[in-house]
């Protein structure tokens, strides 16, 4: 009966230790800064367009958040430093959308 309380105790520490906080950094690595890129976006023709580009591309590893105005042709990407401008062209990039980063 008392080894049977220590495990149950053991297997609450546990959830607690490793629940606290893991939600936080899905994608992102904890310790990695993150940057924040703004590319122009050619070929789009509705804000569907849009939504799109912000579903892929926030698909991609290590992407923190995604936000792609149809207005101003804009996409904005928080993502981990590690991951290249090529990364996040490569992930959105259709015959009909050309993405380019901005100065
Ligand atoms: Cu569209």
Do not use: W
């Not at 799109?52 to 590893?61: D, F, M, S």
């Amino acid at each position: 009966m008392g080894k049977f309380l220590v495990a149950i105790t053991a297997v609450v520490l546990v959830v607690l230790l490793t629940g606290c906080g893991s939600d936080e950094s899905s994608s992102a690595t904890p310790s990695e800064q993150t940057v924040t890129r703004v590319f122009t976006v050619e070929g789009m023709h509705c804000q569907g367009c849009a939504t799109g580009i912000e579903t892929t591309v926030g698909a991609v590893p290590g992407v923190v958040s995604v936000s792609v105005a149809y207005d101003g042709a804009q996409a904005t990407v928080t993502c981990a430093e590690s991951v290249t401008n090529e990364q996040l062209i490569a992930a959105m990039q259709t015959p009909e959308l050309t993405m380019k980063p901005m100065e």
